[in-house]
């Protein structure tokens, strides 16, 4: 399983950016994967994840009504569109895939333990 983040930069306010994570060796569309981030001094957070019964989708409070995952199957990819950028978005990003089966988005976004993580992609914004 590999995991492969990308689309950070620095960014300002109010700004968007379209963050990648190219999979493989398991399909996204059939394994919970999701965005956590990390903060200086803060504890990781999950962002927002697709769990793996049907329709699942979780988005943290932090970042509802300014993000949207979506996946494309037949690139393997999961990405994290954040708009309305702030400078409390400032973090490491990684994406993060369990081979486990039958939970929801939330319970993945609040596991301490996925099974594989990507390289993070540092997401910045700032003026």
């Known amino acids: 399983v590999q995991l492969q983040a990308s689309g950070g930069g620095l960014v300002q306010p109010g700004g968007s950016l379209r963050l990648s994570c190219a999979a493989s060796a398991f399909s996204v569309d059939y394994y919970a994967i999701g965005w956590f981030r990390q903060a200086p001094g803060k504890e990781r957070e999950g962002v927002a994840c697709?769990?793996?019964?049907?329709?699942?989708?979780y988005y943290a409070d932090s970042v509802k009504g300014r993000s949207t995952l979506t996946k494309d199957t037949a690139e393997n990819t999961v990405y994290l569109q954040m708009n309305s950028l702030k400078p409390e978005d400032t973090a490491v990003y990684y994406c993060?895939?369990?081979?486990?089966?039958?939970?929801?988005?939330?319970?993945?976004?609040?596991?301490?333990?996925?099974?594989?993580w990507g390289k993070g992609t540092q997401v910045t914004v700032s003026s």
């Open positions: 697709f769990g793996t019964t049907d329709g699942s989708e």
């Open positions: 993060a895939t369990d081979l486990s089966l039958g939970y929801s988005a939330d319970y993945y976004c609040h596991l301490d333990d996925m099974e594989s």
